[in-house]
């Protein structure tokens, strides 16, 4: 069955960076784009970034646009966010999700901006 495991999450001050990496299994992760999302207490989850089959398309949430990259190694079955210059409302959860199972969530990995 599909599995989404996400890791690199944790506590940054502002300014900082982090890289998010998602392995994918269950699923032929080549022919599937790829998102992520995150979730802020207390309010909807949202798209952050997707990315096409070959990486050759890419769109972001108009919030992170020109901080976080978006990129994938299909040889790995892994999607990554890398993450820049980030702010306290970066502050979420942050889960990956493909098209294969849109409805299916991993655990999430918490990412905190905070001084």
């Known amino acids: 069955q599909v599995q989404l495991m996400e890791s690199g999450g944790g506590l940054v001050q502002p300014g900082g960076s982090l890289t998010l990496s998602c392995v994918a299994s269950?699923?032929?992760?080549?022919?599937?784009?790829m998102s992520w999302y995150r979730q802020a207490p207390g309010k909807e989850r949202e798209l952050v970034a997707r990315?096409?089959?070959?990486?050759?398309?890419?769109t972001y949430a108009d919030s992170v646009k020109g901080r976080f990259a978006i990129s994938r190694d299909n040889a790995k079955t892994t999607v990554y966010l890398q993450m820049n210059s980030l702010k306290p409302e970066d502050t979420a959860v942050y889960y990956c999700?493909?098209?294969?199972?849109?409805?299916?969530w991993g655990q999430g990995t918490q990412v905190t901006v905070s001084s």
């Open positions: 999700n493909t098209y294969y199972a849109p409805d299916y």
């Open positions: 269950g699923f032929t992760f080549i022919n599937y784009i």
């Open positions: 990315i096409s089959q070959f990486g050759s398309l890419t």
